[in-house]
């Protein structure tokens, strides 16, 4: 004889799956200037492009660009907590941390906001995908290795997804820097959504 409470049981889950699979999935992407879309139209740019792709895809999707242009570990980190309890992401993707290599940043500072970004998401329930950076040489071999070197790190703690460098095939590409040689292109963003769906599309 089959009890009842746990027809009633089976029946609360498969309830419960059901309304888990027609519910939208939040994607946030907390990022500075290069997914702020700096000069470029905002909805040319490659989370504009990212959200296109996932709804297209047949499953429902909300993505939320929650980047800054100038924005750094730290400034990302201040503003994550309400980010966080306002749209209560399944899915946060980190691109952060190239303003702050370039104004020469102490790169335990980097790492801690970084690592406390990564920890507030995963608190919030949300899974984690870590967009990396590299600056120039100029800055010094040593510095420049240790400032990638981060990102592993950091990612390596959440046994997170990584792309160690987002600007890969776009930095000396021509046509796909602005003139500042810092933002990309508005050609160059089908191009970082390629690089980003490597890493991402295993969380999706």
């Known amino acids: 004889m089959v009890s009842l409470l746990a027809v009633g049981a089976s029946h609360d889950s498969a309830a419960a799956e059901q309304l888990e699979a027609g519910r939208a999935r939040t994607v946030l992407v907390l990022g500075d200037s290069i997914s702020a879309g700096y000069g470029i139209q905002r909805d040319h740019g490659w989370v504009a492009l990212l959200s296109a792709r996932l709804n297209a895809s047949g499953r ?96 390596g703690t959440f046994d997170a997804p990584l792309l160690p460098f987002f600007l890969e095939g776009i930095a000396l590409t021509p046509g796909m820097m602005q003139s500042d040689g810092i933002h990309p292109t508005q050609a160059a963003q089908p191009r970082l959504l390629d690089n980003a769906w490597a890493v991402l599309s295993g969380v999706i």
């Open 60 to 155: 429902r999707f909300n993505v939320v660009n929650a980047s800054v242009s100038g924005e750094t570990t730290g400034g990302g980190l201040a503003r994550l907590p309400r980010v966080l309890e306002t749209h209560a992401p399944d899915i946060v993707i980190v691109e952060l941390g190239g303003n702050d290599g370039l104004r020469g940043y102490p790169l335990q500072q980097i790492r801690a906001n970084l690592q406390r970004i990564g920890e507030l998401s995963r608190t919030a329930g949300a899974e984690l995908v870590f967009l990396g950076m590299r600056i120039p040489p100029n800055y010094g071999a040593r510095y420049a290795n240790a400032f990638q070197q981060v990102f592993a790190d950091v990612a």
